[in-house]
C-alpha cells in the first residue's frame, strides 16, 4: 500500500498531537493514514496476558473518525507484541503495508529516560526501515 503513513498511537496528548501533524501531512501529500495501536502482552506460567486497557483501541477509532471527517483516507489497525516489542511490531507493520513513513508522538524524555524506562520513539529510530517522523511535546 504506498502513499501511506504509518501513525503509530496510544491514548495519550503526545499520540494526539502526532495524529495532528499526520493530518497535515496526509492533507498535502493525499495519503492514506494507518492508525495503528499495538496492545502489549505480558507472558507468565499461564499464558499471555495483555498489559495495558482498551482505551487505545477507542482513541484510534476517534482518530481515524476525525481523520476521515477531513476527508483523508484512514483506517485502523490494532496488534499484540510481546512486552517491549512494540517498535518492533510497528516496524513489521509499516514494512507490511509498504508506508513511506512512520510518525509517532513523543513524550519528551532524555536519552537516559528513554533508555532506563523504555521508549518506542527511541526504538523505532533504530529498528526501523522507513522513515520515522518524530512528533516532539507541545
Known amino acids: 500500500m504506498a502513499n501511506t503513513i504509518l501513525l503509530a498511537v496510544e491514548d495519550s496528548a503526545?499520540?494526539?498531537?502526532a495524529a495532528e501533524v499526520s493530518e497535515?501531512?496526509?492533507q498535502l501529500t493525499k495519503y492514506?493514514?494507518?492508525?495503528?495501536?499495538?496492545?502489549e502482552l505480558a507472558t507468565g506460567r499461564w499464558g499471555s496476558m495483555r498489559v495495558d486497557d482498551n482505551t487505545g483501541d477507542a482513541f484510534s477509532e476517534a482518530i481515524v473518525k476525525s481523520l476521515v471527517g477531513a476527508g483523508i483516507d484512514a483506517r485502523?489497525?490494532?496488534r499484540e507484541a510481546h512486552y517491549g516489542h512494540v517498535a518492533q511490531t510497528l516496524?513489521?507493520?509499516?514494512?507490511e503495508l509498504d508506508a513511506d513513513m512512520i510518525v509517532v508522538g513523543s513524550r519528551g524524555r532524555s536519552d537516559v529516560g528513554s533508555l532506563?524506562?523504555?521508549s518506542v520513539s527511541?526504538?523505532?529510530?533504530?529498528?526501523?526501515h522507513r522513515?520515522?517522523?518524530v512528533v516532539p511535546p507541545a
Open 14 to 17: 503526545h499520540s494526539q498531537r
Open 24 to 26: 497535515s501531512l496526509a
Open 32 to 39: 492514506a493514514v494507518v492508525v495503528t495501536h499495538v496492545h
Open 76 to 78: 485502523m489497525e490494532i
Open 91 to 95: 516496524s513489521a507493520v509499516a514494512e
Open 116 to 118: 532506563t524506562l523504555g
Open 122 to 128: 527511541h526504538k523505532l529510530l533504530h529498528v526501523a
Open 131 to 133: 522513515p520515522v517522523l
